[in-house]
C-alpha cells in the first residue's frame, strides 16, 4: 500500500500519528520478581516499514526478545509483566487494544519464528496438523483445502516431498528442517511483519546460510517487514536494512546497516565488532573484547548502564555515572554523552584500526 | 615444534544400536570412522565441523572418555587406545577436557575450591603451601578473584563458570588440553575474553590445545593447523592460514563460504559467491558409499560413489580426502569456482523446489 520510506525517528514524546508501518514508541516491559523490579525493555523507540527488515543486536539480557514478545502480545496473559508505551501496527495501537483483537492479529497480519523449533512445535500433533490449524484459525474452509496450502508452503520453504513429509511428526525432522517448518507455518497466512527469534542460532552455518537466503527471498515475495534479532553480527549484517543495538534493555545505536557496520558510534557497538573474530580480515594477534560482564536488570549501573564496562566513561566529567544518555540523532542515532566529535576521533584514531 | 604429542590412526567408535529383548545389536551409528591427526608439542590444532559430524566423540576418544572401537591413540610415544583405569588416571595428569556448558560441567553443590582442588586430592598432588593457596592461584591464573574460593557456581556468570571449568583443567598442569567447544555457549564479548585467556595461558604454559568447535572465525583466530570434519571423517587437514586462503575440498569451501560476513557492503558479493549446500547430513548409521559428501557435492562423478577418497597430501602440503580437490584457478578465476559453483548448487535447489516429489 505504501511506498518505502526510510525509517522514521521518533522521540519518546512523539504524539504525532504514526507514518510507519509499524511504530514502537518508548516500549517498557518490567517484570515483579521477588528480588525486584526487572526492567527487560527500557524505554525503545523505532519504526519499520513494510519490506524493510530491522536487525537488533544484542547480548542475551539485553531485551531484544521481550521487545519482539511485547509487540506480538504474548506478555498480556499468563504473565506477571508490566507493558507500556505504544506499538501502532499499520494505524492500529496494540497494547491498549484488547486481547481478542490482537488475537486475531497474531499469527494473520503479525507472526514469529522462534528460535527453537523443536520446542515450539507440538510433538502430539504433526507438522501438517499444526500448520492447518494456523491457517483455519484465521480463514476457515475446509480441512483439505488449507492441507493443500500447507503442503505447498512446504513445498516453498524446500521440504523434499511435501505431501509426504506433512504427516510427519517434529522429531522426525531434522533440525534444519523443522526450521523451514516453522517458517512456513509463520508464513501461511500471509504476515505482513515477520518477527525472527535468534532463527538460526541453533543451527550449523551450511544450513543458517540456507535460511537466511529462504527468509530473504520470501520477504521479497511476500513484502513483508522483518524484524530479525540475533546476537550474530554477521547474520544482522548479511539481512537487516536497518539495525538496533540493544544493552541492559536499551536502545544504545540505531541507523542504517552500512553505517552502523562501517562507522559505529557507541562503544559498546565499538567493543561487539572488536571481539569478534572475522574471516574476511588478516588474523589479529589478540581479540579486543569488552571488560566485565552484561549488567543485572535489576540494579542497573546509574547514569549510562554501559560505564562500568566503557574505556571512555569519565571523559565528560561524571556525566556517564550520574545522567542517562538519551537516543539523539536523526538517521543514525547514538546513545552516548561524548560529543561526536569526540567520539569519531577516539573511532579513527584508537579503534577503526584494530577492527 | 613439530615433535607429534599426540597421534591417531584410523580411530574409529562406533555405537550400537540394539534392538528386541536381547539387546541385539542391528546396526550401528559410525560417529568417527576412521580418523587420523597428529597435535604437534605447543600447536593448537582446530577440529571443526558441523553437528553431527563426530568432533566432540573424537575429543572423547582422545581424552579417553570413550572407548575407542578401533584404530590407535598415541600420546606421547604411548599406546593409550585401550589404557586401564590405573595408567588411564596417570595419563589425566597430562590430558584434561574443558567442556562446553559451563552450567553443567560444574556440579553445583560443590564450591569452587572443591570443584578447582579436585583434581590435585584425586591425584593426590603435594601441595606444600596448602590446597587452599594453591586453588586460589590458579584462580588468578585464569582472572578470577582467589576471594570466590568458597563461593557456588550459580553465584557465577557463564563466562566466570568458564573459567572455572579451565581452572580445574590447569590444576595437573597437563601437556595437552582438549577444549570441546568452549566458547560456544558464551555472548560474544566474553567469548572474546576467554579465546584471550586460552590464549595467555598456552603461551605461559607451553600447553598443546586440540579445539573443538563449530565456529570458524574463532577456530580461524586460535589455531595453528585446521581439520575438517564431515560425517566421522576427516576431510582437509592444512595450515590455518592455507586452509582458510586455499580450502581444497569442496566441503571446505562450501563451509567457508556460509559463513555471513559482517560487512553489509558485501553483501551481495557474498551471496553470489556462495555455495549452498542441498539438503541435510545425511544419517551416520548408513553413510553414502565412497566419499560421504558426494550427495551434497556438486564436483561428484560415478568414482566418489564407489571408491572412498583416502586423506592424501597434495602438493601445497594440504591433506585432503577428494577425487576432485578444488583447484586455485577453479577459485580465482572470474566468475568460475565458487560462484560457478554456487549456480549449479542452486540449479541443484531450483529442481529441487521446482520437483519436489
Redesign the interface.
Given at each position: 500500500m505504501t511506498t518505502s520510506v526510510p525509517v522514521t525517528e521518533l522521540g519518546p514524546a512523539d504524539l504525532s500519528p504514526p507514518k510507519s508501518f509499524l511504530e514502537v514508541r518508548d516500549l517498557r516491559v518490567q517484570f515483579a520478581t521477588d528480588d525486584g523490579i526487572v526492567k527487560s525493555v527500557d524505554g525503545v523507540s523505532f519504526g519499520l516499514e513494510r519490506g524493510k527488515t530491522l536487525g537488533i543486536v544484542g547480548?542475551?539480557g539485553s531485551g531484544k526478545s521481550v521487545t519482539s514478545l511485547a509487540i506480538l502480545g504474548l506478555h498480556r496473559t499468563r504473565s506477571n509483566a508490566k507493558v507500556s508505551g505504544e506499538i501502532w501496527l499499520d494505524g492500529e495501537e496494540l497494547i491498549k487494544a484488547d486481547n481478542e483483537r490482537v488475537r486475531r492479529l497474531r499469527g494473520r497480519k503479525m507472526s514469529m519464528i522462534f528460535q527453537d523449533p523443536l520446542s515450539a512445535m507440538h510433538p502430539y500433533f504433526t507438522i501438517g496438523q499444526q500448520i492447518v490449524e494456523a491457517y483455519r484459525i484465521h480463514h476457515g474452509g475446509s480441512k483439505k483445502a488449507a492441507k493443500q496450502k500447507a503442503i505447498d508452503m512446504l513445498?516453498?520453504v524446500?521440504?523434499?516431498?511435501?505431501?509426504r513429509r506433512v504427516d510427519d511428526y517434529p522429531h522426525q525432522f531434522?533440525?534444519?528442517?523443522r526450521q523451514r517448518a516453522m517458517i512456513a507455518m509463520s508464513l501461511i497466512n500471509n504476515p505482513e511483519l515477520l518477527i525472527a527469534d535468534e532463527p538460526t542460532t541453533a543451527l550449523?552455518?551450511?544450513?543458517?546460510?540456507?535460511i537466511?537466503?529462504l527468509i530473504r527471498d520470501l520477504q521479497e515475495e511476500f513484502g513483508s517487514a522483518v524484524i530479525m534479532i540475533t546476537?550474530?553480527?554477521?547474520?544482522?549484517?548479511?539481512l537487516?536494512d536497518d539495525i538496533l543495538v540493544m544493552y541492559g534493555g536499551k536502545a544504545i545505536e540505531r541507523g542504517p546497516?552500512?553505517a552502523v557496520?562501517?562507522t559505529p558510534e557507541h562503544p559498546y557497538t565499538w567493543?561487539?565488532?572488536?571481539?569478534?573474530?572475522?574471516?574476511?580480515r588478516e588474523?589479529?594477534d589478540?581479540?579486543?573484547?569488552?571488560?566485565g560482564?552484561?549488567p543485572s536488570l535489576i540494579n542497573l549501573p546509574s547514569g549510562c548502564s554501559f560505564h562500568p564496562r566503557c574505556p571512555y566513561a569519565g571523559r565528560n566529567g561524571d556525566r556517564s555515572f550520574t545522567e542517562r544518555p538519551e537516543l539523539t540523532g536523526t538517521t543514525h542515532a547514538v546513545a552516548c554523552h561524548m560529543p561526536p566529535e569526540l567520539r569519531r576521533e577516539i573511532f579513527i584514531q584508537e579503534v577503526s584500526p584494530n577492527l | 615444534m613439530s615433535t607429534p604429542l599426540l597421534e591417531v590412526t584410523g580411530l574409529q567408535k562406533h555405537f550400537p544400536i540394539t534392538a528386541g529383548l536381547l539387546r541385539r545389536q542391528v546396526a550401528a551409528v559410525r560417529a568417527v570412522d576412521g580418523i587420523d591427526l597428529t597435535v604437534n608439542k605447543g600447536e593448537t590444532l582446530g577440529l571443526v565441523g558441523e553437528s553431527g559430524c563426530g568432533k566432540s566423540t573424537a575429543g572423547r576418544l582422545i581424552t579417553r572418555i570413550l572407548e575407542p572401537t578401533g584404530g590407535t591413540v598415541t600420546f606421547d610415544g604411548q599406546d593409550i587406545t585401550h589404557i586401564k583405569r590405573g595408567p588411564l588416571r596417570d595419563l589425566r595428569r597430562d590430558v584434561q577436557m574443558i567442556f562446553q556448558d559451563p552450567y553443567s560441567s560444574l556440579n553445583p553443590r560443590h564450591t569452587v575450591g572443591t570443584i578447582v582442588s579436585a583434581p590435585l586430592q584425586i591425584q593426590k598432588i603435594p601441595t606444600p603451601q596448602g590446597l587452599k593457596k594453591a586453588v586460589q592461584e590458579l584462580l588468578e591464573l585464569v582472572g578470577l578473584n582467589p576471594e570466590h574460593y568458597n563461593r557456588y557456581p550459580h553465584e557465577f556468570s557463564g563466562g566466570q563458570r568458564q573459567r572455572i571449568g579451565i581452572a580445574r583443567a590447569l590444576a595437573l598442569k597437563p601437556k595437552m588440553i582438549v577444549a570441546d567447544e568452549p566458547v560456544s555457549a558464551l555472548d560474544v564479548s566474553i567469548q572474546a575474553q576467554v579465546v584471550n585467556l586460552l590464549d595467555d595461558l598456552q603461551r605461559e604454559l607451553d600447553l598443546t590445545y586440540l579445539f573443538i568447535a563449530h565456529d570458524l572465525s574463532v577456530v580461524r583466530h586460535i589455531s595453528d593447523r585446521v581439520a575438517v570434519m564431515y560425517l566421522g571423517k576427516v576431510v582437509e587437514v592444512a595450515p590455518r592460514d592455507d586452509l582458510y586462503a586455499h580450502p581444497r575440498h569442496p566441503y571446505t569451501v562450501a563451509l567457508m563460504s556460509a559463513v555471513p560476513v559482517p560487512d553489509p557492503s558485501r553483501r551481495d558479493k557474498a551471496q553470489r559467491e556462495r555455495v549452498l549446500l542441498t539438503g541435510d547430513v545425511p544419517s551416520p548409521i548408513d553413510p553414502p558409499s565412497g566419499c560421504r559428501f558426494r550427495t551434497r557435492c556438486w564436483k561428484a562423478q560415478d568414482v566418489c560413489a564407489s571408491e572412498q577418497p583416502p586423506l592424501t597430501v597434495l602438493a601445497d602440503g594440504h591433506q585432503v580426502a577428494c577425487h576432485f580437490p578444488v583447484s586455485d584457478e577453479e577459485q580465482h578465476a572470474a566468475g568460475s569456482g565458487r560462484s560457478a559453483a554456487a549456480a549449479q548448487a542452486r540449479d541443484k535447489i531450483a529442481t529441487v523446489v521446482a520437483d519436489p516429489e
Open positions: 547480548e542475551s513445498a516453498r524446500g521440504i523434499p516431498q511435501p505431501s531434522s533440525g534444519g528442517m550449523d552455518v551450511t544450513v543458517q546460510a540456507q537466511l537466503d546476537h550474530d553480527l554477521g547474520v544482522v549484517a548479511e537487516a546497516a552500512e557496520f562501517r567493543g561487539l565488532l572488536g571481539s569478534m573474530p572475522r574471516l574476511d588474523v589479529r589478540r581479540l579486543n573484547p569488552i571488560k560482564t552484561p | -
